[in-house]
């Protein structure tokens, strides 16, 4: 396991320098991601001015959501690149090279990639997140402090996992990626929002089959004294936040599937 | 005890069939054929510690197949591969650990690392304790001449230059086994017979088991002695180089200078190759014609300066193969 | 004209190998339909002013943006970025023809056939399912449809400044990451342009992006009447043409440095 997250670092270290290549690009590359993610906020901004509250919930406690659920995805946009980008891998033929070697396929493909970029997300996400804390948090406790990092930590395992499952659908076709984009990018997109607005499929995709809402409004919830939410109580709240690790280890394992299957058809 | 040991290995794909024309692509939105393919169609063979094995056929004939098979990372449908004791397949991680494997076309290297730190990145995957990697690393230098360009990122080598270094890289960790899928294609002159006579001595005086596909038929000749020809999937010939010669019957050439450049010169056994002024190239079987039954026929019609016999080169038997199995 | 009628239709018909894309397409299309429509249905849902659209009228623009979701601008064109990039772009000098015609023409092949595979079968799942209303008159249709046309050259224009960009980038990341967020805000990919603040609208009005995608919605919804297409046809044709003559004076530039570089 040491020996995995020391060769993990080796690797992550080799692709952020061939990263660092095209300084030009590279700087505008990041401004422009925080320009874009940027954007994102401007618009929730602009319709609270015009409308005042989404059903309900003031724009502050929108943006204890849109905080968590941004800084996770952030994080786990940034160690997930290697799987994010792995079609193109496949399509090269170059996973053929990674199972030649004596080491975890996961691992090797973790370590080929990191996207210093995705961190112009993290800016927003903690500004916007910021923001909520002053406005709202005034009589948080350590606990709840904890809760939080939590929320965010287990939802980067969350999006982490679901770039894992798509990397594993590169196994079977590398056309029609966007639909796992549907999962991670549309994923955040939902949990920026308190779910409760959503339909009762979408509630129920996102709390029992994607864990986002476990990560995100069921603790937040709890933290802005809402009572019980989509049907789920107060004290399961609490520990919702462990369905982030436990999905992404099924993801894993959903890859070593795919691994298999990989090697039976050599496609 | 064998080495590899494979016995009726199968592997079969899927190919999307596609139509033409702008109809056949909207049509194909809706409903797609498909054609299975039989890649490897029970293939056995087994190779002793020690051989330098030449693995040929025509493109898409199943060579890299079953090279993908024995490397662990590819599962066949059926039959059985034994490498060192263990199924490639069934323990990829073990088995991998203990074979060399360099693809022509693709490098194993980090394309803008330096060689040095992409060897030294490779010593830890295959967890080779530094003082051995040391070691090991500074023979292979010396002998592949690569010291010049350990600092440079591999983006900036020449083909050549890239080959020596992948070589290096796959035996970092000492394997007893090496595969190796055309490592001289697309290289120069000079680089050729350098790679050639590494293998031969990593063979001759290291032991390592070496197989060897190619489309380069001066590799087979000069380096193994047992090549083995697969074509769609099937096992044609396995031996050595010279019972492929004999497997389309042990062609012979005859080449005439004639006296004269205009006349015709035909035999009802024999087939004309070529034909350039008064150089005449025949070409024929002993099994239906004898050399000197030939010669006579011919002399008592045409006057001739001078005449040679020699056996056909091999990659117009190969190619004479090939055209057979495809015309077949 | 040949060889570019050529180049659109081998490309098109490329593209509709993908089937799997398609479909993938058409769920994810579908997905944000449904996540976008709870959302300004929840915006709503409280509003008790009346806003300068309705949610009705928001519905149907969200799900056209869905099913129209390719006339955005948003990526390059993926063989005219490698060619860029490997340095091929020699070769195409070479072509008989005039380079960025053909560039024009991939990108238009490039958003043709993807628009024609999920507008077709999204428009009847939204019209049936998801509360898409269909255009308040024949008009109106017919207005939507030569805006959408109009579009999509303006579309293509845009993308083509991206490529020839590329002849002085290399790697179209860095401007693409500049360009989208100004393209998703002021084409109404984002919120619909209607609802944006009042003080910036007249901003939206002049800029380009409009014509993308909002202004060929609201034609069909009758948010704009049929009657005024005019205005939004020659807003778009004033744009394209301006985007056009800019793109080529910029690749003659650029052709040239690639000339002194020696390729």
């Excluded at chain 1, 509250?53 to 786990?76: D, H, I, K, P, Q």
């Excluded at chain 2, 590819?74 to 991998?96: F, K, M, N, Q, Y």
């Excluded at chain 2, 006349?263 to 079987?285: I, M, P, Y």
């Amino acid at each position: 396991m040491s020996y995995s997250l020391h060769l993990y670092g080796r690797l992550i270290l080799i692709a952020l320098r061939s990263r660092m290549q095209y300084p030009a690009s590279f700087v505008m590359q990041l401004a422009g991601t925080a320009l874009l993610t940027g954007t994102e906020f401007v618009a929730v901004w602009a319709l609270f001015a015009r409308f005042g509250t989404l059903a309900g919930w003031r724009l502050e406690e929108v943006c204890l959501f849109y905080g968590m659920s941004n800084l996770g995805y952030a994080l786990a946009e940034c160690l997930g690149e290697g799987f994010d980008k792995f079609a193109q891998q496949v399509r090269k033929g170059d996973f053929d090279r990674l199972l030649l070697r004596p080491c975890s396929t996961s691992m090797q493909v973790a370590g080929s990639g990191m996207d210093p970029m995705r961190l112009g997300r993290l800016v927003q996400g903690g500004a916007v997140l910021a923001y909520a804390a002053v406005s709202l948090g005034g009589a948080w406790d350590w606990l709840e402090i904890g809760l939080i990092i939590g929320c965010i930590l287990s939802g980067a395992c969350v999006f982490v996992g679901l770039l894992v499952l798509q990397a594993t659908l590169c196994f079977w076709t590398i056309e029609s990626l966007e639909i796992a984009n549907v999962l991670t990018h549309g994923g955040n997109e939902a949990a920026q929002f308190p779910f409760d607005i959503y339909g009762p499929g979408l509630r129920r995709f996102f709390t029992f089959v994607v864990p986002l809402a476990c990560v995100n409004i069921l603790p937040g919830a709890v933290l802005l004294e809402r009572g019980p939410t989509l049907g789920i109580p107060a004290w399961a709240s609490w520990g919702a936040p462990l369905m982030g690790p436990l999905f992404f280890l099924i993801s894993l394992r959903v890859w070593e599937f795919g691994v298999r299957r990989y090697r039976s058809t050599g496609t | 005890m064998p080495q590899i040991v494979v016995e009726n290995l199968c592997k079969s794909y899927r190919v999307a069939v596609r139509k033409p024309g702008m109809w056949g692509a909207i049509r194909g939105v809706a409903s797609r054929e498909h054609r299975v393919v039989q890649a490897l169609d029970s293939v056995s063979f087994e190779i002793d510690e020690g051989e330098l094995v030449g693995y040929i056929g025509p493109n898409g004939a199943g060579k890299s197949t079953t090279v993908k098979a024995l490397a662990g990372i590819l599962v066949p449908d059926s039959g059985t591969c034994i490498v060192r004791g263990r199924t490639p397949w069934r323990e990829r991680r073990a088995h991998v650990a203990e074979i060399g494997v360099v693809f022509g076309q693709r490098t194993q290297l980090w394309w803008d690392l330096p060689v040095r730190e992409s060897f030294e990145l490779l010593g830890e995957m295959y967890r080779v304790p530094k003082d051995r990697l040391r070691r090991t690393l500074t023979e292979l230098v010396d002998v592949l001449q690569i010291a010049s360009v350990l600092d440079q990122p591999v983006r900036q080598l020449s083909l050549g230059q890239r080959m020596r270094c992948d070589l290096a890289a796959s035996l970092l960790h000492t394997p007893p086994i090496l595969f190796l899928d055309e490592p001289t294609i697309g290289l120069d002159a000079i680089s050729k017979p350098a790679i050639r006579e590494f293998v031969r001595r990593q063979n001759r005086e290291e032991g390592v088991t070496v197989i060897l596909t190619t489309h380069d038929l001066d590799d087979i000749e000069s380096l193994c002695s047992r090549v083995m020809l697969i074509a769609s999937g099937k096992m044609l010939s396995d031996g050595p180089v010279s019972a492929l010669r004999e497997a389309v019957g042990g062609e012979r050439r005859l080449t005439l200078d004639l006296e004269d450049t205009h006349t015709e010169v035909t035999h009802a056994a024999a087939r004309l190759v070529s034909r350039d002024g008064a150089r005449v190239v025949l070409a024929f079987r002993p099994a239906e014609v004898s050399t000197a039954e030939l010669i006579r026929s011919i002399t008592d019609k045409h006057a001739i300066k001078d005449l040679t016999v020699e056996e056909a080169p091999i990659e117009e038997i190969v190619a004479g193969i090939y055209r057979e199995i495809e015309g077949a | 004209m040949r060889p570019y009628l050529a180049v659109f239709e081998a490309r098109t018909r490329m593209l509709l190998q993908y089937r799997a894309a398609a479909l993938a397409g058409i769920a994810t299309q579908i997905y944000w339909g449904v996540v976008l429509a709870a959302i300004f249905t929840a915006f709503f849902a409280r509003s008790a002013a009346v806003q300068p659209m309705s949610l009705s009228q928001t519905i149907t623009y969200i799900w056209l943006g869905q099913a129209m979701l390719a006339l955005i601008p948003w990526n390059v064109e993926s063989e005219t970025r490698d060619v860029i990039r490997t340095g091929s772009v020699a070769y195409e000098l070479l072509r008989p023809v005039d380079l960025y015609g053909l560039w024009y023409a991939r990108v238009a092949a490039a958003r043709f056939a993807p628009l024609v595979l999920r507008a077709v079968p999204l428009f009847p799942f939204a019209l049936l399912f998801f509360g898409m209303a269909p255009p308040v008159s024949g008009a109106s249709a017919s207005a939507w449809l030569a805006a959408t046309l109009g579009s999509l050259l303006l579309g293509c224009a845009i993308t083509n400044l991206v490529h020839v960009s590329m002849l002085f980038t290399v790697d179209p990341n860095g401007v693409l990451r500049l360009t989208i967020p100004v393209v998703m805000i002021f084409s109404g990919s984002l919120i619909p342009l209607p609802l944006m603040p009042e003080w910036i609208q007249g901003l939206v009005a002049f800029l380009p992006f409009g014509g993308l995608i909002d202004s060929p919605f609201r034609l069909y919804m009758g948010h704009i009447p049929a009657s005024d297409a005019w205005i939004v046809l020659l807003h778009q044709a004033v744009w394209t043409c301006v985007l056009v003559c800019i793109g080529r004076s910029a690749l003659k530039r650029g052709v040239h440095t690639l000339v002194i570089h020696g390729g």
